[in-house]
């Protein structure tokens, strides 16, 4: 089981929620991924078979076991990420959200540490959190009678709470290690981009670790052979998750270089009512390169952006028949972004409101169109965009 933080590094897609939303602990909404049940199905039977196997229980006890002991380590890993939540709250950074899912849980903030020394104690409280139940739970192993299933429940508890801990402490993102240690990289270089993409890169030597000590773990007959694809599954989501912190950082470090006023294509308008045909016609002859087609009212005021995949869809014998009001989209619709922003500010902005385009406004006048598909080539200038 895992643990991670995260905040809005990147715009998130339109429509994607982290889970089913069960309630709020702590006044932080509580989401449950559907992966939840094939965790509980993986682990009930595993621990089924481990128990009728090493153990000598019956089938029934191993179930029994095995569920109580999905309800306890789900409370478990909910304790450490209220750990890094209420951690974060208290050094004013909000939280959106915990989500519990097939590999542990995640908890959401609306933005990253303001300093190292806060990032630290944020990314160490989940840690701190399993410790301390890990030591409850070993003390009440030891308490309870040998081969019970009271017993059983409270040693696997320890040991997962234990594991936990220290599997988090592990020096690379995205796991509470690697927060821990960009955090001091980003202390002593000043440089949280670099800090951050150091610990990802350490973040995939853990991932190749895992999955060489699991195999051996397996090969030994020490680890379980049904739980080898979700081990497995483990060190595939930390090596992408580490991949994700890199590509983060070399996104980080190119925001300052994003220039709206250079980015935003230039408008051209047409008036409503103007046939399709004629406009692109227009368009052609007397538009800059790249300007985006605008529909503008009786008094010349833009009101409608056309969509160029839509026009080009109609067939070139129905173009002279059709307004061009029917492919375009109402400015009103569209989320809008002052001419003078930052880089960071947009990014902010872009985030807040998602989506493929973007009006630049100066004041009550529209200068420009702001397409995600430049936004992201200045950003990732390596990656092949969809325009």
């Given at each position: 089981?895992?643990?991670?933080?995260?905040?809005?590094?990147?715009?998130?897609?339109?429509?994607?929620?982290?889970?089913?939303?069960?309630?709020?602990?702590?006044?932080?909404?509580?989401?449950?991924?559907?992966?939840?049940?094939?965790?509980?199905?993986?682990?009930?039977?595993?621990?089924?078979?481990?128990?009728?196997?090493?153990?000598?229980?019956?089938?029934?006890?191993?179930?029994?076991?095995?569920?109580?002991?999905?309800?306890?380590?789900?409370?478990?890993?909910?304790?450490?990420?209220?750990?890094?939540?209420?951690?974060?709250?208290?050094?004013?950074?909000?939280?959106?959200?915990?989500?519990?899912?097939?590999?542990?849980?995640?908890?959401?903030?609306?933005?990253?540490?303001?300093?190292?020394?806060?990032?630290?104690?944020?990314?160490?409280?989940?840690?701190?959190?399993?410790?301390?139940?890990?030591?409850?739970?070993?003390?009440?192993?030891?308490?309870?009678?040998?081969?019970?299933?009271?017993?059983?429940?409270?040693?696997?508890?320890?040991?997962?709470?234990?594991?936990?801990?220290?599997?988090?402490?592990?020096?690379?993102?995205?796991?509470?290690?690697?927060?821990?240690?960009?955090?001091?990289?980003?202390?002593?270089?000043?440089?949280?981009?670099?800090?951050?993409?150091?610990?990802?890169?350490?973040?995939?030597?853990?991932?190749?670790?895992?999955?060489?000590?699991?195999?051996?773990?397996?090969?030994?007959?020490?680890?379980?052979?049904?739980?080898?694809?979700l081990m497995l599954l483990v060190a595939v989501t930390l090596w992408r998750g580490a991949g994700q912190s890199i590509r983060y950082a070399r996104i980080s470090r190119r925001v300052p270089l994003i220039d709206l006023a250079r980015l935003a294509r230039p408008v051209f308008g047409v008036p409503t009512g103007t046939p399709l045909a004629e406009a692109q016609r227009r368009h052609a002859a007397q538009a800059p390169p790249g300007a985006a087609v605008t529909v503008l009212d009786g008094a010349g005021r833009p009101v409608a952006l056309v969509d160029p995949v839509k026009a080009d869809a109609v067939p070139p014998a129905r173009r002279p028949w059709l307004a061009v009001d029917a492919v375009a989209r109402p400015?009103?619709?569209?989320?809008?972004?002052?001419?003078?922003?930052?880089?960071?500010?947009?990014?902010?902005?872009?985030?807040?409101?998602?989506?493929?385009?973007?009006?630049?406004?100066?004041?009550?006048?529209?200068?420009?169109?702001?397409?995600?598909?430049?936004?992201?080539?200045?950003?990732?200038?390596?990656?092949?965009?969809?325009?």
């Amino acid at each position: 089981m895992e643990s991670r933080t995260r905040a809005p590094r990147r715009p998130r897609r339109p429509g994607r929620r982290p889970g089913l939303t069960v309630g709020r602990v702590c006044g932080v909404p509580l989401h449950l991924n559907v992966s939840m049940l094939l965790l509980t199905l993986l682990v009930t039977v595993t621990y089924a078979e481990f128990a009728r196997d090493r153990l000598g229980m019956s089938p029934l006890a191993g179930y029994v076991i095995g569920l109580g002991f999905v309800v306890s380590l789900l409370g478990s890993v909910l304790l450490h990420e209220l750990g890094h939540a209420l951690t974060a709250r208290r050094f004013g950074i909000g939280v959106r959200g915990i989500t519990l899912e097939l590999l542990g849980g995640y908890t959401e903030m609306d933005r990253d540490a303001p300093t190292p020394r806060v990032d630290l104690l944020v990314s160490l409280a989940g840690p701190a959190v399993s410790a301390v139940l890990g030591v409850l739970a070993v003390g009440a192993t030891l308490a309870l009678p040998d081969q019970t299933l009271a017993h059983q429940l409270a040693l696997q508890l320890a040991l997962s709470n234990v594991i936990v801990a220290l599997f988090n402490l592990l020096p690379g993102l995205p796991l509470d290690g690697g927060r821990a240690l960009r955090a001091l990289v980003w202390g002593i270089t000043r440089d949280r981009d670099r800090a951050t993409e150091i610990a990802g890169w350490v973040g995939r030597a853990v991932a190749v670790a895992t999955a060489a000590v699991v195999v051996l773990l397996t090969v030994e007959e020490i680890l379980v052979p049904l739980a080898l694809p979700l081990m497995l599954l483990v060190a595939v989501t930390l090596w992408r998750g580490a991949g994700q912190s890199i590509r983060y950082a070399r996104i980080s470090r190119r925001v300052p270089l994003i220039d709206l006023a250079r980015l935003a294509r230039p408008v051209f308008g047409v008036p409503t009512g103007t046939p399709l045909a004629e406009a692109q016609r227009r368009h052609a002859a007397q538009a800059p390169p790249g300007a985006a087609v605008t529909v503008l009212d009786g008094a010349g005021r833009p009101v409608a952006l056309v969509d160029p995949v839509k026009a080009d869809a109609v067939p070139p014998a129905r173009r002279p028949w059709l307004a061009v009001d029917a492919v375009a989209r109402p400015l009103a619709g569209l989320p809008t972004l002052p001419a003078g922003l930052d880089g960071e500010r947009v990014m902010e902005a872009v985030q807040a409101h998602p989506g493929a385009q973007y009006v630049v406004t100066s004041g009550e006048d529209v200068v420009g169109v702001l397409h995600i598909a430049d936004l992201a080539q200045v950003l990732e200038p390596t990656r092949k965009m969809n325009k």
